[in-house]
């Protein structure tokens, strides 16, 4: 564990370099769904799917932040950030997944990259989030050994027309989460539940992750490397070892079946048995790769329940009813994130940036055209405050990135859930900031002047 006493911290509570930043992701905030030669990606697909997704909400104008994006970066840059961590459509760059390269596509992210480092802002790029074309999920999707040599050829594609402007770069957003909801659940694209299936795209995206940064090593030049994990501690929803053997099964799958591989090179032991065959001679090596840093994405603890009829035997279960929650019912429990920042340093030995944190609330712009989302600016002060307790402790983390810059497209719950540090009216597409941007802004610049007097 990083030895804190050799780590000067400023007044403010944060080391030196400490990194700003807000995340986004292609398919939430692009719209422009056909625009420019973009085909449809699995989320289109579901978004037309009935009683998927609540008020039949699809991407299809989300933000519009594909013809917006000048307006955006012009937020961000007076939020003051430092970084801005996006997601790169698949289906913009090889709209059927592999082959045919969509220079139109290309160009868009040109663009955005370009107006980000103007802004003076780091970009932060990430492979994969959740949109994977169409096209590959009718070739078998990630279930389909072929999808890691798919996901190396794209990322091949976007490091070398990108590599020399942006040099962070995540290979995957949330593992599980996609493979979990995707193939086991339904609540993601493509909305499979099947055992096999469910293994086989866990393996797949550990490989193709691999596999990935092998590409990035190899393409762009002192690039820094990394991969965004979900982790959340798991709580059994009631005291019983039904429960308990949920909870346990649930944390397997939700928090090490992708960092224990790839960083440990080994399943967790609850699932090691179960997806070895489809782990071939040389497999783990390919997994676990040399990385610069580990991205956590935190919002709550969750809660398992036993349900023997589900797929693994595991269902979501309720927080407590007394539990402090967010408006749209998550747990708010910052010692659980402090908690989660001390064990992460202590596992995996790796720098963390927090690449996404925040609160999803019901935020209506009021008579004098403000928005004072209150309840989100407490969220994150008690948030951060737990940043600061687990740094203190010890825990190696280099930046905070606030979900999300906008009011954005929610996966199932479409437009109903509000994530934003910006208000977005989704009839006029105008951007309106909240209080809680104006907190954001002042309390990086606070952390700046804290810094600079050291
Ligand atoms: C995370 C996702 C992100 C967003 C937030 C609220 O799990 O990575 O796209 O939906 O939750």
Same mark, same amino acid.
């Given at each position: 564990m990083t030895d804190i006493r050799s780590r000067a911290l400023t007044a403010a509570g944060y080391p030196r370099g400490f990194k700003w930043g807000v995340s986004t992701s292609s398919y939430q905030i692009e719209?422009? *769904?056909?625009?420019?030669g973009r085909l449809p990606s699995i989320w289109d697909t579901r978004c037309r799917?009935?009683?998927?997704i609540a008020n039949g909400d699809t991407g299809d104008v989300a933000c519009d932040h594909y013809h917006r994006y000048p307006e955006d970066i012009a937020l961000m840059k007076a939020l003051g950030l430092d970084v801005y961590r996006f997601s790169v459509a698949w289906p913009r760059i090889l709209p059927k997944g592999k082959g045919r390269v969509n220079e139109k596509g290309l160009d868009f992210y040109d663009r955005l990259i370009d107006g980000v480092l103007e802004a003076g802002i780091e970009p932060w790029l990430c492979l994969? *989030?959740?949109?994977?074309?169409q096209a590959l999920d009718d070739l078998?999707?990630?279930?389909?050994?072929?999808s890691a040599g798919w996901f190396a050829d794209y990322a091949a594609v976007c490091c070398r027309r990108y590599g020399d402007r942006v040099k962070h770069w995540a290979t995957f957003n949330e593992f599980a989460v996609f493979t979990l909801f995707g193939y086991?659940?339904?609540?993601?694209?493509?909305g499979v539940t099947d055992r096999e299936a469910h293994l086989k795209a866990i393996h797949h995206a550990n490989l193709a992750h691999g596999m990935g940064v092998d590409v990035i090593r190899d393409l762009v030049p002192g690039a820094s490397i990394g991969a965004v994990h979900n982790r959340q501690v798991v709580w059994p929803e009631k005291d019983t070892d039904a429960d308990r053997r949920a909870a346990a099964l649930l944390d397997a799958h939700?928090?090490?079946?992708f960092p224990d591989p790839q960083l440990l090179g080994h399943y967790p032991d609850l699932i090691a048995e179960t997806i070895a065959p489809y782990v071939q001679a040389g497999d783990m090596a390919q997994i676990c790769r040399r990385i610069d840093w580990f991205g956590l994405n935190h919002y709550g603890p969750i809660f398992a329940r036993d349900e023997p009829t589900a797929t693994w035997g595991f269902h979501w279960g309720a927080a407590p009813d007394d539990a402090d929650k967010s408006d749209i019912g998550w747990p708010i429990w910052p010692a659980a994130f402090r908690d989660e920042l001390i064990d992460l340093t202590r596992t995996y030995k790796l720098p963390i940036y927090v690449t996404e944190n925040g609160m999803g609330g019901n935020d209506k712009v009021d008579d004098k055209g403000e928005v004072n989302d209150a309840t989100r600016i407490r969220y994150l002060t008690l948030y951060t405050d737990a940043m600061k307790e687990a740094i203190a402790a010890g825990a190696d983390v280099r930046g905070y990135y606030v979900w999300s810059l906008l009011d954005n497209f929610e996966w199932g719950t479409g437009y109903q859930n509000r994530f934003g540090l910006v208000h977005v009216d989704y009839e006029t597409l105008k951007r309106t900031p909240k209080a809680s941007y104006a907190w954001f802004r002042d309390a990086i610049a606070a952390a700046r002047k804290a810094e600079a007097a050291v």
């Open positions: 719209g422009g *769904h056909d625009a420019d799917m009935q009683g998927k994969y *989030h959740w949109d994977l074309p078998g999707g990630w279930p389909a050994r072929e086991c659940i339904d609540w993601s694209a493509p939700w928090n090490k079946a």
